[in-house]
C-alpha cells in the first residue's frame, strides 16, 4: 500500500490561475520563472531564476511544499509536496509514504519541493520507504522535510529521504532528516 500526496502542495508557475511565480508559504509568491521551489533545502536556477526562501520547522514539519517557477513558452512549474502526519502504535511499512514534489515542464520550468512527513510511533519496523524529495526535471525542486519521533526503528535509515531533485540542467538542494529516539 501507500500513502502519496505527490504534488498536492503549493501550485507551480502557470498552473491553476498562477502566474509565471510558483506559490510557496501562505498562497505567497515565491519562485520566480526559471526556478524550483524551495521548502527544506533550495530549489535548483538557472539563468535570472530566484528561488523562495526555505522554511518551516526540522523537528515538527506541517507545511506544504513550494511550486516551482514556471519556464519558457508557457511550460508549467511543478506543484510542491503535500503533507502527511502519522500517530500509530506500530507502523510496518511494506509500501511507500510520498511527499514529492511535481515535475516541471521542459524548457526550464522549475520543479515543485518536497513536502512535509511527520511521524510519531513506538515501534516503527518494515522495508518501505520514506520521501520528501523534490521534483526533478531540467530545473530539480528542494528537498521537503521530514521527522519521525520513535521508540525503536528497525526500517533502514537509508529508506527515508528528503533529496533535492535531480534536474537534468540543475540540482535543487536536500535537506536533513530528523530522527528521535523518545
Do not use: K, M
Not at 1 to 23: A, M
Not at 50 to 75: H, I, W
Amino acid at each position: 500500500g501507500s500513502i502519496d500526496v505527490t504534488g498536492r502542495g503549493y501550485l507551480g508557475g502557470s498552473r491553476g490561475g498562477n502566474d509565471t511565480i510558483g506559490q510557496t508559504l501562505d498562497n505567497q509568491q515565491g519562485s520566480t520563472s526559471f526556478s524550483g521551489g524551495s521548502y527544506g533545502g533550495l530549489g535548483g536556477f538557472t539563468g535570472s531564476g530566484v528561488p523562495n526562501l526555505v522554511y518551516g520547522s526540522q523537528e515538527n514539519p506541517v507545511d506544504l511544499g513550494s511550486g516551482g517557477g514556471a519556464g519558457s513558452y508557457g511550460r508549467t512549474g511543478g506543484d510542491g509536496g503535500g503533507r502527511i502526519r502519522i500517530l500509530a502504535e506500530n507502523i510496518d511499512l511494506a509500501g511507500v509514504i510520498g511527499a514529492n514534489g511535481g515535475n516541471g515542464q521542459d524548457y526550464s520550468a522549475g520543479s515543485g519541493s518536497g513536502g512535509s512527513i511527520l511521524i510519531y510511533t513506538s515501534l516503527f519496523s518494515g522495508t518501505g520507504s520514506i520521501s520528501a524529495n523534490g521534483g526533478a526535471s531540467q530545473v530539480g525542486g528542494g528537498g521537503g522535510r521530514v521527522a519521525v519521533y520513535y521508540n525503536a526503528l528497525t526500517l533502514p535509515q537509508a529508506n527515508i529521504t528528503s533529496s533535492g531533485g535531480a534536474g537534468t540542467s540543475v540540482s535543487g538542494s536536500d535537506c536533513p532528516i530528523y530522527l528521535e529516539e523518545q
